[in-house]
């Protein structure tokens, strides 16, 4: 069973940057792994900022952006602001079916 | 405007059938990958089932296999989640959600469909 770990919850001062990473069990994630990227808040559907690893949505901000680092898809998030404070979930393809992350709780504190 | 909305959910008991709905609208539907994810009460997203634009590509979570059939109408804009067998572990918002550029799996989500199984 193939399964994708994120950190479960991760603290930012405002003002501050954070990267939330996204390991495999299978392995280092690369490009063919396509990446997505998700922020969900309480009461409503997730929201899509990221896909195929480093893409941008036409309503992502500028200061979120996404890479590999280390073996492993990572979201950052630079000059956090409260409004930042939520679930993130990433997304990855293992060709024929997708698999979502745990999720990172992301404090703004 | 992309707008996906969900119907169908609600509460079944253990051992029996639901099917979800999803109707699109704001976008030609046919061109468009679309997507099953459901979130447990308190807990994280669960890819579910995807299909191509024309129903002749599908995947599925491997532990839903053979419970859960994913299918699309294009002329009524249309996606269906057919679900039997159901589990008290099936509980559920169950969200419809359609793909954009290549590999983008989610760009638009529905808000989704609570279904209940409980005896």
């Known amino acids: 069973q193939t399964v994708v770990t994120q950190e479960p919850s991760l603290t930012v001062s405002p003002g501050g940057t954070v990267t939330l990473t996204c390991a495999s069990s299978?392995?280092?994630?690369?490009?063919?792994?396509?990446a997505n990227w998700f922020q969900q808040k309480p009461g409503q559907p997730p929201r899509a900022l990221i896909y195929?690893?480093?893409n941008k949505h036409s309503w992502t901000p500028a200061r979120i952006s996404g890479s590999l680092l280390g073996g492993k898809a990572a979201l950052t998030l630079s000059g956090v602001q409260p409004e930042d404070e939520a679930e993130f979930y990433c997304l990855l393809w293992y060709g024929g079916a997708w698999v979502f992350g745990g999720g990172t709780k992301l404090t703004v504190l | 405007e992309v707008q996906l909305v969900e119907s169908g959910g609600g509460l079944v008991q253990p051992g029996g059938s639901l099917r979800l709905s999803c109707v699109a609208s704001g976008f030609t539907f046919a061109n468009y990958w679309m997507t099953w994810v459901r979130q447990a009460p308190g807990k994280g997203l669960e890819w579910v089932a995807n299909s191509n634009h024309d129903g002749s590509e599908k995947g599925y979570v491997d532990s839903l296999k053979g419970r859960f059939t994913i299918s699309r109408d294009n002329a009524k804009n249309s996606l269906y989640l057919q679900m039997n067998s159901l589990r008290a572990e099936d509980t559920a918002m169950y969200y419809c959600?359609?793909?954009?550029?290549?590999?983008?799996?989610?760009?638009?989500w529905g808000q989704g469909t609570l279904v209940t199984v409980s005896s």
């Open positions: 195929s690893t480093t």
């Open positions: 299978t392995g280092a994630v690369t490009s063919s792994y396509h």
């Open positions: 959600a359609r793909g954009g550029e290549a590999f983008s799996e989610c760009a638009y």
